[in-house]
């Protein structure tokens, strides 16, 4: 009985010994799968999965991120509810996406609100941290912000006037309540479709207007319909990745901190990098011959105009909170104090 002792004591040793043993973690990986519709090859999931080695080898290969691209998972809404399944535990969404679940995810891409890429830097630099902390108090946290940049009305048709706008086919993407009521002050009643519908819509002439930032038109093909761009930026697009956060919190606090810090990293390099892709999609727009209409002040300031009414449509429906835009709004007045000549459109 004492050698049968002594065995089962030298075995157990031997499988704490093991357990113990540098390199061989003794429980498995923690796993977040996260849904996007970049396709695979894009500039977006080249830095996530850069971000994901860099995040296993951190936290010594605890945490672990498997990402579903180019849509596979569905829309926005079918991942939304796959998240509240346990079936994905988050992904990278347009603001308008998550507006369902955090009513301001969507406040940076209010309509005609800023004029240049400069105005954006100095607001998000003071709003930023008060953005990021309403996405925890609904649930989700926000891992990152990536600006996708300006996006600007084109068309297959001529779009030099109000008018020529309204004679088109407007798409407005679906659940995008900022676009619809934008569009709908602007005298136009959009078509509205998921994103994933545009390009064959494009095809088929079921639609002839679209939005999208250079960059995007070019990742999405939609350059190869378009034939006109309207030079003048309609709203700021913003990419946000976010996960569960009942999910996130199962993760041990080291690591959720190692995975914040590593992940709003890829994020603020992509955001560096979406900057200069729409710069060289620019160019390249103008390569291929698509049409560039810069509006003349009077048409301006007429659209500036309507997305001054559509943000007071927008306010009497609680689709954002007055508190966050009252910041975002003495910010801009800060800055344009100080920066008095208007900078225009940036590509």
């Known amino acids: 009985m004492n050698r049968l002792r002594s065995r089962l004591r030298a075995g157990l040793i031997a499988v704490a010994a093991l357990l113990a043993a540098p390199g061989l973690?003794?429980?498995?990986?923690?796993?977040?799968?996260?849904?996007?519709?970049?396709p695979e090859g894009s500039g977006w999931m080249r830095e996530m999965r850069a971000s994901a080695a860099l995040l296993k080898e951190r936290t010594a290969g605890r945490v672990e991120l498997k990402f579903y691209p180019g849509g596979v998972m569905g829309n926005d809404v079918a991942v939304l509810r796959k998240m509240k399944l346990g079936q994905l535990q988050?992904?990278?969404?347009?603001?308008?996406?998550?507006?369902?679940?955090?009513?301001d995810a969507q406040i940076y891409s209010l309509p005609f609100l800023f004029q240049d890429q400069?105005?954006?830097?100095?607001v998000r630099a003071r709003v930023d941290?008060?953005?990021?902390?309403?996405?925890?108090?609904?649930?989700?946290?926000a891992l990152g912000f990536a600006g996708a940049g300006f996006a600007y009305l084109m068309g297959t048709r001529p779009l030099r006037s109000r008018d020529e706008l309204i004679a088109t086919k407007v798409w407005a993407p679906q659940g995008d309540v900022y676009?619809?009521?934008?569009?709908?002050?602007?005298?136009?009643?959009?078509?509205?479709?998921?994103?994933?519908?545009?390009y064959p819509s494009l095809t088929t002439g079921l639609i002839e207007t679209v939005?999208?930032?250079?960059?995007?038109?070019?990742?999405?093909?939609?350059?190869?319909?378009?034939?006109?761009?309207?030079?003048?930026?309609?709203?700021y697009v913003m990419g946000i990745l976010a996960v569960d956060k009942k999910a996130f919190e199962r993760l041990a606090p080291a690591d959720q901190e190692i995975a914040r810090e590593v992940l709003n990293g890829g994020m603020e390099r992509l955001d560096a990098a979406t900057r200069k892709d729409n710069q060289g999609a620019f160019a390249a727009l103008q390569r291929q011959g698509i049409a560039f209409f810069r509006p003349d002040a009077q048409e301006r300031q007429f659209w500036v105009s309507i997305g001054e009414a559509a943000r007071e449509t927008l306010a009497t429906r609680q689709a954002f909170s007055p508190e966050l835009y009252a910041k975002i709004q003495a910010a801009l007045a800060e800055y344009r104090a100080a920066h008095p000549v208007a900078q225009g459109a940036a590509p």
């Not at 676009?179 to 545009?198: H, K, N, R, Y």
């Not at 070019?218 to 309207?230: D, G, P, S, Y």
């Open 129 to 141: 941290a008060e953005y990021r902390a309403g996405f925890e108090q609904a649930g989700l946290v």
């Open 179 to 198: 676009a619809q009521v934008t569009f709908e002050a602007g005298g136009i009643q959009p078509i509205v479709l998921p994103i994933s519908d545009v």
């Open 118 to 122: 400069a105005e954006v830097d100095y």
């Open 90 to 103: 988050g992904g990278a969404f347009a603001g308008a996406e998550l507006s369902g679940v955090y009513v």
């Open 25 to 38: 973690p003794a429980h498995a990986a923690q796993v977040l799968k996260l849904a996007t519709i970049a």
């Open 211 to 235: 939005g999208n930032t250079h960059a995007g038109t070019i990742a999405f093909q939609w350059h190869t319909r378009v034939k006109h761009v309207v030079d003048f930026p309609l709203t």
